[in-house]
């Protein structure tokens, strides 16, 4: 027996996710059918305004909601980071739990995934030529 139509559909977009596969899809399809329409219609108004409200900096790819109209986030916009270091970092919550031991001082780049010499195919996507 198969889930009806709308409900694989939506497991499928969740199985796109980063680190979810269909099993986890699933519960998260469930444990939204079970949820009252307010709480639904909160879900959907954040995903719909998240688009708006944020930017990806310019410089290091680190998503920020900007105020006026901002091309940097506020660490690349701050001109007390040391602008002779540069961290790479594979994604924005690398970049965050380093932001927050509040020991380096420099600016960040987020590359969007790992550099493997095995797996070339890989690496095209990355956001190497940014560097």
Excluded at 40 to 56: G, M, R
Excluded at 57 to 77: A, W, Y
Aim: charged fraction near 30%; aromatic fraction near 10%; include cysteine.
């Amino acid at each position: 027996m198969d889930y009806p139509p709308k409900i694989q559909e939506l497991i499928e977009i969740f199985s796109k996710f980063p680190g979810v596969g269909p099993k986890t899809a699933s519960r998260f399809v469930f444990y939204l059918l079970k949820k009252q329409d307010s709480q639904i219609n909160e879900f959907l108004d954040v995903i719909a305004d998240l688009k708006k409200s944020i930017k990806i900096c310019k410089f290091c790819h680190n998503p920020f909601e900007p105020k006026l109209k901002q091309d940097l986030c506020s660490i690349c916009s701050d001109p007390l980071r040391n602008k002779n270091l540069l961290c790479v970092v594979e994604k924005e919550t690398d970049l965050l739990l380093l932001e927050k031991t509040g020991k380096y001082s420099g600016y960040y780049f987020i590359l969007g995934g790992l550099l493997s010499p095995l797996k070339k195919r890989e690496t095209e996507r990355l956001m190497l030529e940014n560097l």
